[in-house]
């Protein structure tokens, strides 16, 4: 049995109560490990509080979720109602409504600087490999919420957009139609769709969201925060054995996320207040429109943080898969007449490529979108394994590859866009050379980010005081 503590004489009530507590569950050691004796790079930018903004609005969604559950009825006749009794009859309910709404596209914003915040610093690289794929079955399951919650409100775009989506999984061979029954529980979206999406939403995901934060936390604090200069503090330690180049976590970066919280907050505010459905990108008109089976909205789009994935799957058309075709075609060429490969492995490649023309050819164009609109987002988690670069930070490559990351995210932001509008011939020829960067970016990284003169790396982080 281990030992009790005391409090020492003369401690006020305060203390007395956290030393009973530590005697019965570790708060101050958790609080020492997680806060105050957690040692972080003194070199943190104004990348590193995005981790931070993203665990507040993960606890706003929490709260206001279960706020707006109180109201709300899973049932296919009274759905609608129920979200316009929420915004037009609780008390303060049309505010925890837009919190919730709003609080979404905060919430993918802050993760998608923070996975890129990640890139750029390869935050994914040895020892951090746990940390990235932690983050990236984060963003899944944010995906899957996103999903499950988009067809709640049972509005027009809810519904369609739904009925979109989960008549896209009928294209897998073979299982498809059996697969899009089991998901929407009858032949059409109906009431028994809107109750299994809720269980989805309210409680499945959300709890294997919370153990992959947990997690994700967990292996970040075990191996170490990175910093933008990709040194590891730990190599260079005091008598005390203590980095020499971290602080505390508390209270210097504490009151550094308290800082960067304040301004988050202020820019959240003025959205919820003034612009809550964002010109119709947060919120789509249509949804103010309750789901009818039988008329189609004139332009079905989900909501923005999918149109990126969106405008890929519509880009995969019979050209784009002739076009990857011919690529492989040639890669396969290529690697066989001047790379350098056995005799064996000529023969490898050569049997490879076949096969995937073969299966390119065999299954149709929308079976394919769907794999390219998975892949674009599985293809995440191999990552650490994907880049060859010998230093980590983009401060020490190559100032070319800024222009690489650059083309990339722009590509990205042109994707996004191109999937919330109406399909248009020249769109599609974007989406089509965007899906492509975005791939090449990824799979053709163990060679390009090799290439280049690199910085010689500091032994220890730089940092400049302000």
Known sequence: MAEFQTAPAGAGAGRKL??????????????????????????????????????????????????????????????????????????????????HSTGASAFFIVVYLHMFRGLL??????????????????????????????????????????????????????IGPDLSLLIRGDFVVGDATLNRFFSFHVIAVPLVLLGLVAAHVIALHEVGSNNPDGVEIKDTK???????????????????????????LFIFSAVLFFAPEGGGYLLEFNNFIEANPLKTPPHIAPVWYFTPYYSMLRATTDLMVNVLAIILAIGAALAILRGGFRASAKIAIAVAAIVAVFLLKTFDAKFWGVVVMGGAVLIL?????????????????????????????????????????????????????GTLVYFGFFLLMPWWSRIGTFKPVPSRVTFKSH
């Open 18 to 99: 956290l030393t009973w507590v530590d005697n019965r569950f570790p708060l101050s050691k958790l609080f020492n490990e997680h806060m105050a004796e957690y040692y972080a790079p003194k070199n943190f930018n104004v990348w590193y509080v995005f981790g931070s903004l993203a665990m507040l609005v993960l606890v706003m969604q929490i709260l206001t979720g279960i706020f707006l559950t109180m109201h709300y009825k899973p049932d296919a006749t009274k759905a609608f109602e129920s979200v316009e009794y929420i915004m037009r009859d609780v008390p303060w309910g049309w505010l925890v409504r837009y919190m």
């Open 121 to 174: 610093y390869g935050s994914y690289r040895k020892p951090r490999e746990l940390v990235w794929l932690f983050g990236c079955g984060i963003f899944l399951c944010m995906m899957a919420e996103g999903f499950f919650g988009y067809l709640l409100p049972w509005g027009q775009m809810s519904y369609w957009g739904a009925q979109v989506i989960v008549n896209l999984f009928s294209a897998v061979p073979f």
């Open 238 to 264: 005091d008598a005390n054995g203590r980095p020499v180049d971290g602080i505390p976590f508390h209270p210097y970066y504490s009151v550094h996320d308290i800082y960067a919280v304040s301004v988050f």
């Open 381 to 433: 988690f191999l990552l650490p394994w994907l880049e060859r670069s010998p230093v980590k930070s983009i401060r020490y490559r190559p100032d070319w590859h800024k222009y690489v990351y650059a083309v990339f995210a722009i590509f990205f932001l042109a994707l996004g866009y191109l999937g919330s509008q109406p399909p248009s011939t020249a769109g599609n020829y974007v989406s089509q050379v």
